[in-house]
């Protein structure tokens, strides 16, 4: 399974774009990429996946590179209510679970 | 999508006693994961059980201390025996769902387990 890296923490203040980049330099080809959005008390929850290029959804953008070897979440004017911790995984579809790496603790000021 | 139960939400336990958690999901999935949370840490993967067969267990955690049931397809259960403060954590069911683009997680809200 594909080993990622993420900064361990991020600071931003409300209304502005967020960016979190993930490394995932052994990314396999049938491998998805993932992200996931945990706040204090819940699991995780999903926030939005993608294969390559942009994907966009309603929370969320995802950018993927041609060599595939990074991706980035992209949160577009954050708010107080973002401050989570945020997670990515790249795993195949059908394969065991996937591993977990150590997420980007976002913190939103007002 | 899925919506998975799980309970109990917290319990407070004495060394040396059981807890047996419950995960219980509104479809059938194959393959449902349980996942344990240390505070300010990230998630660890406990093991994998299918409907049907014996848990994978990942590195780490054993079958005697992490018992585990899979009797149908919407149900599973984690038992941590001859509990010590060490495992005082957050224990999370979680199911995987194929989707068009690839896997997702889902998972309940988790069982907060303290041991004294």
């Known amino acids: 399974l594909a080993k990622t890296t993420q900064p361990i923490s991020m600071d931003s203040y409300e209304g502005q774009e967020v960016n979190i980049t993930c490394s995932h330099n052994?990314?396999?080809?049938?491998?998805?990429i993932t992200w996931y959005q945990q706040f204090p008390s819940q699991g995780p929850r999903f926030i939005i996946q993608?294969?390559?290029t942009k994907v966009t959804n309603e929370v969320a953008s995802l950018f993927i590179p041609a060599d595939r070897k990074s991706s980035t979440l992209s949160l577009p004017r954050v708010s107080l209510s973002d401050t989570a911790v945020y997670y990515c995984?790249?795993?195949?579809?059908?394969?065991?679970?996937?591993?977990f790496g150590s997420g980007t603790r976002l913190q939103v000021q007002p | 999508s899925a919506v998975i139960s799980q309970k109990p939400s917290r319990d407070i336990c004495q060394r040396g006693t059981s807890l047996t958690i419950q995960c219980q999901v509104d479809?059938?999935?194959?393959?449902m994961f349980w996942y344990r949370q240390q505070p300010g840490q990230s998630l660890t993967l406990i093991a994998t059980?299918?409907?049907?067969?014996?848990?994978?267990?990942e590195s780490g955690f054993v079958i005697d201390k992490f018992p585990i049931s899979r009797p149908n397809l919407t149900f599973s259960t984690l038992t941590v025996s001859n509990m010590s403060p060490e495992d005082s954590s957050i224990y999370l069911c979680?199911?995987?769902?194929?989707?068009?683009?690839?896997?997702?997680?889902?998972f309940g809200s988790g069982t907060q387990l303290s041991v004294l």
């Open positions: 059980a299918n409907q049907g067969s014996e848990a994978t267990y």
């Open positions: 479809s059938q999935v194959t393959m």
């Open positions: 995984l790249v795993g195949d579809t059908g394969r065991r679970a996937l591993t």
């Open positions: 052994n990314i396999a080809t049938n491998d998805y």
């Open positions: 979680s199911v995987g769902l194929q989707g068009a683009k690839g896997e997702k997680l889902f």
């Open positions: 993608g294969y390559k």
